[in-house]
């Protein structure tokens, strides 16, 4: 009976391809072991197998199967093998056998036996080849996987890719695996060699380079990712329609229009005759449209085609919303990035896209809820550069992202950490730091924070680029003469190479009355320059010479909330604080646009208006939209407003209202304390000072802490924080004087 059940057993993995080695000699309850695709792939995965064969082992019936009872010592040995086992119980009569994996959960222990139910669904024949499969490769291997192993430190899509290729060509995906996490530092020297070599190599099959092209494309190398894909078309005539629409994609997205011609010719296989393919049927009317300028056959096509279709090809949908956002067409442009995120949460790409939509739609103007862009600009924009830094993919674009917003809401201290590198205290990378526009953001934002040093340490930090100039510019002595300061920006403009760094060249010009109608034409398509643009650069050269009221009419006639900002402050310099007033309740009502309700707060200061700039400044932080160091700065406003006119019953509510913000702040608290006293309330501010344990980091708050402890709390400890106090205030006479007060209470 025992060799029938295992010549039954045996039979039934054979015709699964699997390898069976029985074990022929004696031992602790496995009759063989078998090898996952070892007739014909030999894999290195096995299962440990038991036979059991006989009518007895069908006599204790359940609900879904037949109960197993077993020995106490097997139990422990087959729990303990590095292999995973599997009973199989043999019916005699029909000759089928019928299974079940040995695991703790599985198992029904009693106190002094155990057993287990195999299940009736479970037929050892082609039905369970999947699940003995899954169980084979789910146990751990003797070494790691070295596909695996590097699978989190590459992009999203190479994985998927990578993944995909170790299914069937094993050697090929691990010899990639290594190849490409090589190339963590510098990827395009990696991918460069891999296309030109694969053109003479027969081993290049169309799944490599497809791996190749993937992660070329992840790390923003697409002139190579064209290549690859381009290759892997020639190798694969199945799939070939699909990868060509990917490499004719990827030509046009970085201007080869006359490749991503070529790619589109007619394809003469004879299985691919009356065929089509999305991807080439949107490249196909994308070069199309680009020549006659009708967008609407992009969109015709969509129309026409099933929305399951459009969403199976991420590379389409991604492609598309780029030309949406660059049309400024950010509505579409966002749905379209949504759809890649809803199929591929991991997309970097689609992430990624989204910032860069919503970030512009903020910028315009064109957003309903500015504050609610912002934070998913900045959530978006963080968890994409997390990921990203993982597998050392092209981060900047990222951190770009984060700086920009950061410097758009004001955090200039924010600015300059992350623009910074993380060897001198930031948190950039190297990377990161050496982006031009990281790096010009950082000067500007030091420049904001009266910071001229560390400017110019980031103008040292791009010496020898395009951005250098710029940076220098910014940094500028201003005191030096006029004519030396508008030569410098000059010379910025001309080497500027990015809208960004254009389009700061054209402001600070025009700020001085310096500005060209040449120096617009110059830097049209560079900095992108519609319409409106013109007249806001034109409005503010005029301001610059001196002609308010032609600024004035020029603004109006292009309404915007950028336009309206410039209108605000050119009022503001020219004393018209009503008109200026009215416009920053005009911005914020129609745009949303929090920084004209901070200009109010200015406005209202200068003209001395204090009471209805406390009133504002209260509204400005119930937007909960301020970045933190504004939200500090106001706070502190309204404290020392209050302190000023020694209303300590309002300063004790502010201090709450700054606290709750930002409960570890120790200026706020010492704040709030010194209202208490100030009202007389000692035991409120004694229990004030127990609770928050603010530190006593300047002399002003000196006099508190030692009234305090004089009352409540003159320890010796007390008097001990009290000398190490007066050793950091030495160069204070008065203060010694004070602290001495705790050793001598009658003075």
């Not at 007895?56 to 093998?81: D, I, S, V």
């Not at 369970?128 to 590097?150: F, G, K, M, Q, Y």
């Not at 959530?379 to 990203?388: G, H, I, K, P, T």
């Not at 109006?556 to 920053?584: K, N, T």
Request: aromatic content about 6%; proline content about 5%.
């Amino acid at each position: 009976m025992e060799r029938r059940g295992v010549a039954e057993v045996q039979l039934a993995f054979t015709n699964l391809n699997w390898a069976f080695r029985e074990q022929r000699e004696a031992d602790q309850g496995i009759d063989a072991q078998v090898e996952l695709d070892g007739l014909t792939n030999p894999t290195g995965r096995y299962i440990a197998v038991q036979i059991k064969c006989g009518s007895t082992f069908f006599k204790r019936r359940t609900r879904h199967g037949w109960r197993f009872p077993g020995k106490p010592r097997h139990l422990t040995y087959w729990l303990a093998n590095l292999m995973p086992v599997v009973l199989v119980i043999v019916d005699p009569k029909t000759r089928v056998g019928y299974w079940v994996q040995i695991t703790a959960d599985a198992v029904h222990e009693t106190d002094r036996s155990w057993s287990i139910e195999v299940p009736s669904a479970n037929v050892l024949d082609a039905s369970s080849h999947a699940t003995l499969r899954d169980i084979a490769l789910a146990a751990p291997s003797a070494n790691p996987d070295p596909v695996a192993e590097v699978l989190p430190l590459l992009p999203p899509s190479t994985v998927e890719a990578l993944s995909a290729l170790s299914l069937v060509d094993p050697e090929g995906a691990r010899r990639l695996a290594r190849m490409l996490t090589g190339g963590r530092d510098d990827p395009r020297a990696v991918v460069e060699p891999l296309v030109q070599a694969s053109r003479g190599w027969v081993h290049a099959t169309a799944a490599r380079l497809a791996t190749v092209g993937a992660y070329a494309n992840d790390h923003g190398h697409r002139d190579l990712a064209m290549e690859a894909f381009a290759l892997a078309a020639e190798r694969d005539p199945d799939n070939q329609l699909r990868l060509r629409g990917v490499a004719a994609i990827m030509a046009i997205t970085v201007g080869d229009r006359s490749r991503a011609a070529g790619l589109l010719r007619p394809v003469h296989a004879p299985q691919q005759a009356g065929t089509t393919n999305l991807l080439m049927d949107v490249a196909v009317c994308a070069l199309e449209a680009d020549e006659s300028g009708r967008e609407d056959l992009l969109e015709k096509l969509l129309r026409d085609r099933p929305d399951g279709e459009l969403d199976a090809e991420p590379t389409c949908l991604l492609f598309l919303a780029e030309r949406a956002a660059g049309r400024g067409e950010f509505d579409q442009a966002l749905a379209l990035y949504e759809r890649v995120c809803e199929r591929q949460p991991a997309n970097t790409g689609g992430r990624l896209g989204r910032a860069r939509a919503l970030m512009e739609r903020w910028l315009r103007g064109t957003t309903a809820l500015p504050f609610r862009d912002q934070q998913e600009v900045t959530a978006l924009a963080m968890s994409v550069r997390d990921d990203v830094r993982r597998w050392a993919g092209p981060s900047e674009t990222m951190h770009r992202l984060l700086v920009q917003e950061r410097m758009l809401v004001g955090a200039f201290k924010a600015v300059v950490e992350l623009a910074t590198p993380t060897a001198f205290g930031g948190q950039a990378t190297d990377r990161e730091a050496g982006d031009p526009v990281v790096a010009i953001v950082g000067a500007q934002a030091s420049i904001a924070l009266d910071d001229r040093i560390r400017a110019v340490r980031f103008g040292d930090a791009m010496r020898g680029t395009p951005a250098e100039p710029l940076i220098r510019a910014l940094a500028a002595d201003p005191s030096q003469p006029a004519t030396a300061t508008v030569a410098m920006w000059r010379t910025a403009l001309d080497n500027a190479d990015t809208a960004f760094a254009a389009r700061i060249c054209l402001n600070q010009l025009a700020s001085r009355g310096a500005l060209d109608a040449t120096d617009l034409d110059q830097v049209e398509a560079l900095a992108h320059l519609d319409d409106g643009d013109r007249v806001v650069f034109t409005a503010r050269n005029a301001v610059g010479s001196g002609d308010i009221d032609g600024a004035f009419t020029l603004l109006r006639s292009a309404w915007s909330p950028a336009a309206g900002e410039i209108l605000i402050e050119i009022l503001r310099e020219a004393g018209r604080y009503d008109a200026a007033l009215a416009v920053c309740d005009e911005i914020w009502a129609a745009y949303g646009a929090l920084k004209a309700l901070q200009e109010k707060v200015n406005i209202l200061v200068i003209r001395g208006d204090l009471d209805a700039a406390d009133e504002c400044a209260k509204d400005l932080l119930a937007t909960g939209e301020l970045a933190a160091e504004q939200r500090t700065a106001l706070h502190r406003r309204l404290i020392e407003r209050r302190a000023t006119r020694n209303d300590w019953a309002g300063l004790e509510a502010c201090c709450r209202a700054a606290l709750k913000d930002e409960p570890t702040n120790h200026d706020h608290a010492w704040a709030l304390i010194i209202a208490q006293l100030n009202q007389n309330r000692w035991d409120a501010a004694w229990t004030s000072y127990r609770h928050l344990r603010p530190d006593v980091t300047n002399p002003g708050t000196v006099p508190a802490w030692v009234d305090l402890h004089l009352r409540f709390d003159n320890t010796p400890r007390a008097r001990g924080v009290a000398t190490t106090l007066a050793s950091r205030f030495a160069h204070d006479p008065d203060t010694l004087t004070r602290l001495e007060r705790l050793n001598n209470p009658a003075q």
